[in-house]
């Protein structure tokens, strides 16, 4: 059974590193949490190291803009490993070919920029749907549309035999009060419909191999079993934790706050019954980082 603690430095000096996520724990993808950067801040002054592993379809650099905007301070993290930069690579790869339909935003082509990591990287060009070889996809058109609005187009992909590269595995996020879906909802539509996604986000290990090598880069040598994973989402945080053998802390209060009846902290009866439901085992819980 999860162990419920009341704030983060209950814990925190049995390990040297943190691999923290970001949305739900850290922000709400408006605004930062005062305690939750506060809690890394101190835990960081005492000698520890803060890696954020998110799944964000993007790179670490445009993560560190966002940072700014949602005031989270440089000082509250030593690094920053995304969904996106382990994606990216494998684009730059091939892994979905050279001609490729992309899913997302405006603001999700910076993917797209070249990644100087990669030696002799594929040639990338964005093309209509019939043309592609595969598909790129950082998030839906309409967050808030269910997936299956694009059951017509995946129909053609799977026929064409495309592979799916989904740049961020979670299924929804809350952005402030309002529930979202992201990219992951879709690749499991297309996976449910027969068709291959590939996932280099949380709970796969691509994004966990970034991770320590961020962490290496700071402080070498730092073991697994120093290493605590502190996220909200139970199939991508804890999931990832478990699969990694990792040490982890369940925010409560974030995704499953309802389920949970996290309000300070979560009922213990029905977080047991949510662990249950979910078949995860965090080693701790909390209500919200602190």
């Not at 996106?84 to 797209?112: E, N, P, Q």
């Not at 996290?262 to 009922?267: E, W």
């Amino acid at each position: 059974m999860t162990q419920i603690i009341s704030q983060l430095s209950d814990i925190s000096d049995r390990y040297d590193a943190l691999f923290v996520d970001l949305w739900g724990c850290v922000h709400n993808g408006v605004k930062a949490f005062p305690e939750a950067v506060a809690a890394l801040q101190s835990y960081r002054a005492r000698g520890g190291v803060v890696v954020l592993v998110t799944n964000a379809p993007r790179s670490r650099h445009e993560v560190a803009k966002q940072l700014i905007k949602f005031d989270v301070p440089e000082d509250a993290y030593d690094a920053i490993a995304t969904s996106g930069d382990s994606a990216r690579a494998a684009m730059f790869t091939g892994a979905v070919g050279s001609k490729v339909w992309f899913m997302g935003h405006d603001f999700d082509l910076t993917f797209f920029e070249p990644l100087s990591l990669i030696d002799n990287p594929v040639h990338i060009e964005r093309v209509p749907l019939a043309e592609a070889e595969g598909i790129v996809c950082c998030g839906p058109f309409d967050p808030h549309a269910d997936p299956a609005v694009n059951r017509p187009e995946f129909i053609l992909a799977k026929q064409n035999g495309l592979k799916l590269l989904c740049a961020n595995p979670d299924i929804v996020v809350d952005r402030g009060e309002r529930r979202e879906y992201c990219a992951g909802a879709l690749a499991k539509l297309y996976t449910e419909m027969g068709g291959e996604s590939l996932y280099f986000g949380k709970p796969h290990p691509p994004i966990y191999d970034l991770a320590r090598r961020r962490l290496s880069q700071i402080r070498p040598g730092i073991s697994d079993a120093s290493i605590l994973a502190i996220g909200d989402g139970p199939a991508t945080d804890i999931l990832g934790a478990m699969g990694e053998d990792i040490d982890s802390l369940f925010i409560s209060g974030g995704l499953a706050r309802e389920e949970t009846k996290t309000t300070h902290q979560p009922d213990p009866t029905a977080l047991s019954d949510y662990i249950k439901k979910e078949k995860i085992s965090p080693t701790y819980t909390i209500g919200a980082l602190r």
